[in-house]
């Protein structure tokens, strides 16, 4: 069974960037499409980027993700953070991007944008 757990949350002052790593254990990530999602208090999840399966590399805004095939690892790269990113953060294993279903998801990881 597929595995997903995130990494590389923590504290960042506005304006910084972080970096997050979703790694997968157990099977390929190459078969899924990958999404970002991301929930903040008192709100729902909401979308922030997504992956293809065949994509390597989107970005949108003040975000990009990426898929490192090598290491079976996908990242998300959030630069000029706002307070209003502070979330935890999740990954999540899809058929494709378009759909709304979500086969595996990660625990999360915490993002805290404050000064």
């Known amino acids: 069974q597929l595995q997903l757990v995130e990494s590389g949350g923590g504290l960042v002052q506005p304006g910084g960037s972080l970096r997050l790593s979703c790694a997968a254990s157990g099977i390929s990530l190459a078969g899924y499409a990958i999404g970002w999602f991301r929930q903040a208090p008192g709100k729902e999840r909401e979308g922030v980027l997504c992956i293809s399966k065949d994509g390597s590399y989107s970005v949108k805004g003040r975000f990009a993700i990426s898929r490192d095939r090598a290491k079976n690892t996908i990242y998300l790269q959030m630069n000029s953070l706002k307070p209003e990113d502070t979330a935890v953060y999740y990954c999540?294993?899809?058929?494709?991007?378009?759909?709304?279903?979500?086969?595996?998801w990660g625990k999360g990881t915490l993002v805290t944008v404050s000064s």
């Open positions: 999540a294993a899809k058929s494709n991007c378009l759909e709304y279903g979500v086969h595996y």
